[in-house]
C-alpha cells in the first residue's frame, strides 16, 4: 500500500493548468511568444464536463511525473466518469490503471481518483470557463487529498464533440505533465501539435524533447 501511495501522490502532481477555444492553440510558438515564461498557462477555456468521459490512454508524460525509469507504465489509460454532483459541488471520477514492469513480468496497478472543481456549480451549470479542481485518491471510505491546484491546460475537440485529446499540467514547466488521447497512438503531426500546444501554454523548449517528454509504450495492449 505504501508504494501505491507514492504512486498517487507522484501522479497526481501530473494533474495540474490550460486558454483558448477547444481547437487549438491561440498563437504560433514564436521566440518571443509572451507566454514562453516557464509558467504554464490555461489554453483551453468553456470546458464541457459532461464531455470528460469514456477511456483516455496516457500518450507522453515528463520525467518527472515516474519514480523509476525501471518501473514506467504500460498500457496505462484513464477512465474518466464525466460530470457527477454532490449539491453544488461537481466532480469526477477517474479510475487509473497501468502494468507495472517489473524486471521479470508485470503486475497491473489500479488506483481510483476523484476531482472536485475547487468552486460551486449549480444544478444548471456544465460548462466552466476554467477547469481547476483539487485531487484526491479514493481508498476505501476514505478521501486524501493530493493536490489543490489541478488544471486542464489544453483539450482538443473533434467533430462530434468529444475531447479527444487533453494535457494536464503543473502550473510550472517543470512540473509533472501528461498528454491524453482517446486512441492508443496518434500520428506524429498531432503528437506534434500537442507538443506545440505545451510550448505556447508556457513551457521551456529545453523541456519539450528526450529525456524529458517520455512516450508510453502503447504496444500489445488490451
Known amino acids: 500500500m505504501k508504494f501505491f501511495n507514492i504512486l498517487a501522490i507522484v501522479l497526481s502532481l501530473s494533474f495540474i493548468g490550460a486558454s483558448n477555444d477547444n481547437k487549438g492553440p491561440a498563437t504560433d510558438p514564436t521566440p518571443d511568444n509572451p507566454n514562453n515564461d516557464g509558467n504554464v498557462h490555461i489554453l483551453t477555456k468553456d470546458i464541457d464536463l459532461k464531455q470528460l468521459q469514456g477511456t483516455y490512454y496516457e500518450i507522453a508524460t515528463n520525467a518527472s511525473d515516474k519514480i523509476f525509469p525501471g518501473l514506467l507504465c504500460r498500457c496505462t489509460k484513464y477512465d474518466f466518469s464525466g460530470l457527477r454532483r454532490d449539491g453544488n459541488s461537481a466532480y469526477i471520477l477517474v479510475n487509473f490503471a497501468c502494468d507495472r514492469n517489473f524486471i521479470f513480468g508485470e503486475k497491473k496497478s489500479e488506483m481510483l481518483f476523484k476531482l472536485i472543481l475547487n468552486k460551486p456549480v449549480d444544478e444548471n451549470t456544465t460548462v466552466v470557463d476554467e477547469?481547476?479542481?483539487?485531487?484526491?485518491?479514493?481508498?476505501?471510505?476514505?478521501?486524501?487529498?493530493?493536490?489543490?491546484?489541478?488544471?486542464?491546460?489544453?483539450?482538443?475537440?473533434?467533430?462530434?464533440?468529444?475531447?479527444?485529446?487533453?494535457?494536464?499540467?503543473?502550473?510550472?514547466?517543470?512540473?509533472?505533465?501528461?498528454?491524453?488521447?482517446?486512441?492508443?497512438?496518434?500520428?506524429?503531426?498531432?503528437?506534434?501539435?500537442?507538443?506545440?500546444?505545451?510550448?505556447?501554454?508556457?513551457?521551456?523548449?529545453?523541456?519539450?524533447?528526450?529525456?524529458?517528454?517520455?512516450?508510453?509504450?502503447?504496444?500489445?495492449?488490451?
Open 131 to 222: 477547469f481547476n479542481s483539487s485531487i484526491y485518491v479514493v481508498q476505501g471510505n476514505q478521501q486524501i487529498l493530493l493536490n489543490s491546484n489541478l488544471n486542464i491546460i489544453y483539450a482538443e475537440m473533434n467533430e462530434q464533440n468529444e475531447y479527444e485529446h487533453l494535457i494536464i499540467a503543473g502550473t510550472k514547466s517543470i512540473e509533472p505533465m501528461i498528454i491524453l488521447s482517446k486512441y492508443r497512438t496518434i500520428l506524429l503531426e498531432t503528437y506534434n501539435k500537442l507538443l506545440n500546444a505545451l510550448y505556447v501554454a508556457g513551457y521551456d523548449p529545453s523541456l519539450l524533447n528526450w529525456p524529458f517528454i517520455l512516450q508510453t509504450d502503447q504496444t500489445f495492449c488490451d
